[in-house]
């Protein structure tokens, strides 16, 4: 059966649809996931890509674009893990670098918690936004409660956020030359 039949059927209340919709595509989606990602990272962006498609797919106006729709959410997924991914890698490489440069007897948490404090200050005098943001991310908060907070859409969240952790490794990369 056709996948956007049985989002069809689900959607009219078949819970054995339902339940072999979202298996279906939770295999689909990890395969493709690890074609980006390795094992545990796909299998996390195919949850949270059922998930979603579990908690939208009945307000979708029709069944006639389910398949590129759903697939959609995976490729944002996984776009936004490689981001995250390639993020953390590029401020541990930093990290690195200035642990390696750097005496690290010599610099206690206070100065570097202080050096933190200050950059954060800088980033906020550019823009209050993304030190907002920095602090929601840190504090734990989902994306779209973010997003909601500051009034902006997702996606555009998703670019302050960006910029702000640019602007912040740029600030803290000033401090520690």
Not at 37 to 57: F, I, P, R, S, W
Not at 122 to 149: F, M, S
Request: aromatic residues 6%; hydrophobic residues 40%; positive net charge.
């Amino acid at each position: 059966m056709e996948l956007s039949e049985t989002a069809r059927r689900a959607r009219n209340g078949d819970s054995q649809a339902e339940s072999r919709l979202f298996q279906t595509l939770h295999v689909r989606f990890v395969i493709l996931a690890k074609l980006y990602l390795g094992h545990e990272d796909a299998q996390d962006a195919a949850q949270q890509a059922c998930l979603t498609v579990a908690q939208k797919y009945r307000e979708l106006p029709s069944e006639d674009g389910f398949n590129a729709w759903a697939y959609q959410i995976l490729r944002n997924k996984i776009g936004n893990m490689l981001q995250h991914k390639k993020v953390e890698n590029k401020v541990l490489s930093k990290r690195e670098n200035f642990d390696a440069t750097s005496n690290a007897d010599a610099i206690d948490a206070d100065l570097m918690r202080e050096s933190l404090i200050k950059a954060m200050r800088e980033v906020g005098k550019q823009d209050r936004r993304y030190l907002r943001i920095l602090n929601l991310v840190h504090l734990g908060y989902a994306a779209d409660e973010i997003a909601q907070r500051i009034g902006v859409n997702r996606n555009h969240l998703y670019v302050l956020l960006y910029r702000g952790r640019t602007l912040l490794a740029e600030k803290l990369e000033d401090r520690h030359e």
